[in-house]
């Protein structure tokens, strides 16, 4: 297949259908400090396309922060009962307020006063704190719709690099790189 966008596709609609896949959209997200301290975490797919792979966060977290300082990142899926993998290398860019207002709208009412509630990666005394703000938020937005805060919205990886990898017997696997450039995706095989 020559569009990657359209063979991830197939893949995750694949890894949906398999039941045994609890959760076919976690990834995991690597990124960069301004040290030079990597870190890496699961996060959920929310959308893609041609433009990239999108995920939410609280903009105050340590995922944003790193991003910010160092817009490259990287992605994985690893669906293990289809003995797939797919890499993504690229870099992040904010998605528009109008995606993440979309977005946030869907969300359950719980998820978003959670996201009002939570100062995601900063360190918490106890968890009667946040038990308490959620308390606080949830009376502040009753009877009404919750807005997206200022400080929650999303990052788009723009992929530069993607790698699918199927298993194969004796670790013979079967992996395809593909390359994008300003005419458009090249592709070429790996040996395993």
């Known amino acids: 297949m020559s569009q990657p966008i359209a063979l991830f596709s197939e893949w995750l609609t694949e890894a949906r259908?398999?039941?045994?896949?609890?959760?076919?959209?976690?990834?995991?997200?690597?990124?960069?400090?301004?040290?030079?301290?990597?870190s890496v975490r699961i996060v959920l797919?929310?959308?893609?396309d041609e433009r990239g792979f999108v995920f939410y966060t609280n903009l105050e977290s340590r995922?944003?922060?790193?991003?910010?300082?160092?817009?490259?990142?990287?992605?994985?899926f690893h669906w293990m009962p289809?003995?797939?993998?797919?890499?993504?290398?690229?870099?992040?860019?904010?998605?528009?307020?109008?995606?993440?207002?979309?977005?946030?709208?869907?969300?359950?009412r719980e998820s978003q006063i959670g996201a009002w509630s939570s100062q995601q990666s900063r360190p918490l005394d106890s968890r009667d704190t946040l038990v308490q703000r959620i308390t606080e938020n949830?009376?502040?937005?009753?009877?009404?719709?919750?807005?997206?805060?200022?400080?929650?919205?999303?990052?788009?990886?723009?992929?530069d690099v993607i790698e699918f990898w199927e298993q194969g017997a004796f670790r013979l696997h079967d992996r395809a790189l593909y390359t994008r450039s300003a005419s458009g995706w090249s592709v070429a095989r790996l040996y395993p």
């Open 17 to 38: 259908q398999q039941k045994s896949i609890a959760e076919p959209t976690a990834m995991s997200l690597a990124t960069v400090n301004g040290n030079g301290q990597p």
């Open 63 to 76: 995922k944003s922060d790193d991003i910010r300082g160092n817009p490259k990142a990287a992605l994985c």
């Open 82 to 108: 289809l003995e797939k993998q797919v890499r993504i290398e690229g870099h992040l860019e904010a998605v528009s307020d109008a995606e993440a207002d979309a977005y946030f709208a869907t969300r359950p």
């Open 138 to 159: 949830t009376k502040k937005f009753e009877g009404k719709p919750v807005p997206r805060p200022h400080f929650w919205s999303g990052w788009r990886l723009v992929p």
């Open 45 to 48: 797919l929310k959308a893609h």
